[in-house]
């Protein structure tokens, strides 16, 4: 048993539906209009960042009112925009969730946090804020932590192809995993879950690497390295954790994650809402030194350097590859 309700699951499975919906209409605005300024020099941030965020912080006071939370964004630079953007993130969230509200609490919705610590919320409300901008790949990422492991987990991907055979298809998916009962993926616009697994593949020419589209994020020369070394059949950019959805329905086998900067750490929310999911679809997921990966420590994974997920029979040989790559 995992101690997940299904309430539970099928609230925030719902609430990422309704997130993702959010995220789409303003990407499909023609100028993404209302964009803030970014919160840091590197580090951008949309009206849809803090819509999502109300939507899926209202579902979770509502279902598990004292789990703690560990959400990317804070209402604390909303706060500072111009009153434009504060009250069109207010009706965003209003029309989405079908409720009349105040800007200030939609706030509170944004900043909700409980005093269990013992289980925890992480929460990406738009991972790959930058593919969102450019209209590529982008995520809403959930996962609940217990005691630091992740139990459930639910990426919602509004511009990956149903079908990865027909890039131009029907797009939209909508992935879920629960610790023990596996990894499911559904139409995101409604329809029944299916069980997912890694794709069953030993030879290296036929493996495909995920890697991400913005190049300050990983270390693109060290990745070519890799692909060179264990004689890999292909490299797929793709922003965000959609990687980590695309390796647990066999579009993809290994995604590596070098740290670029001896202080950068991971984040939580950018990491544990796939990693369960791969997990669950049969894959692997460590660090670059083949240490598991540590949930545990707050916001930031301290106690790990890099990522390294794969479907699990080229594992060993990733990591040996990629210490030989960072010692030449
Ligand atoms: P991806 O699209 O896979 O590169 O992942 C997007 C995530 O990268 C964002 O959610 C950020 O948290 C994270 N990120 C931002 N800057 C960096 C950086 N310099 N190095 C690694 N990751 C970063
Ligand atoms: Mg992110």
Not at 114 to 143: E, K, L, M, N
Not at 235 to 259: C, F, H, N, T, W
Not at 272 to 281: I, N, Q, S
Request: proline content about 5%.
């Amino acid at each position: 048993m995992t101690g997940v309700s299904e309430l539970v699951v099928d609230a925030i499975l719902a609430a990422a539906r309704v997130a993702a919906r959010v995220c789409v209409r303003v990407q499909g605005e023609s100028t993404l209009s209302g964009v803030p300024e970014s919160k840091t020099g590197d580090e951008p941030v949309t009206i849809a960042d803090y819509a999502a965020q109300a939507i899926l912080l209202h579902t979770i006071a509502r279902v598990a009112p004292t789990h703690s939370i560990l959400a990317e964004e804070s209402s604390a630079h909303l706060r500072g925009q111009g009153e434009a953007t504060r009250l069109r993130v207010r009706d965003l969230v209003a029309d989405a969730l079908g409720e009349s509200l105040s800007f200030d609490a939609v706030c509170a919705h944004i900043d909700h946090a409980g005093t269990d610590a013992g289980h925890a919320w992480a929460i990406d409300p738009i991972d790959g804020t930058r593919g969102f901008i450019r209209r590529d790949q982008y995520c809403v990422a959930v996962a609940l932590l217990h005691r630091g492991a992740p139990v459930l987990s639910v990426l919602a991907c509004p511009n990956l192809a149903h079908d990865p055979a027909s890039p131009t298809g029907p797009r939209g998916v909508l992935f879920h995993a629960i610790r023990g009962q596996g990894a499911f993926a559904a139409p995101l616009e409604g329809g029944a879950p299916r069980r997912i697994h890694v794709r069953d593949v030993t030879d290296p020419s036929a493996m495909r690497i995920l890697a991400s589209v913005e190049t300050a994020h990983g270390d693109p020369a060290l990745i070519d390295r890799v692909v060179r070394e264990l004689h890999l059949g292909g490299l797929v950019r793709m922003d965000s954790q959609v990687k980590y959805g695309a390796l647990a329905r066999g579009d993809g086998e290994i995604y590596v994650r070098p740290r670029n900067r001896p202080d950068r750490r991971e984040n939580v929310w950018d990491h544990a809402p796939g990693v369960l999911l791969v997990e669950e679809a049969g894959g692997k997921a460590t660090d670059i030194d083949g240490k598991p990966l540590d949930f545990a420590t707050g916001r930031k994974m301290l106690n790990n350097r890099g990522i390294v997920v794969s479907h699990g029979p080229a594992h060993a040989k990733l990591l040996e590859a990629l210490k030989t790559a960072e010692g030449d």
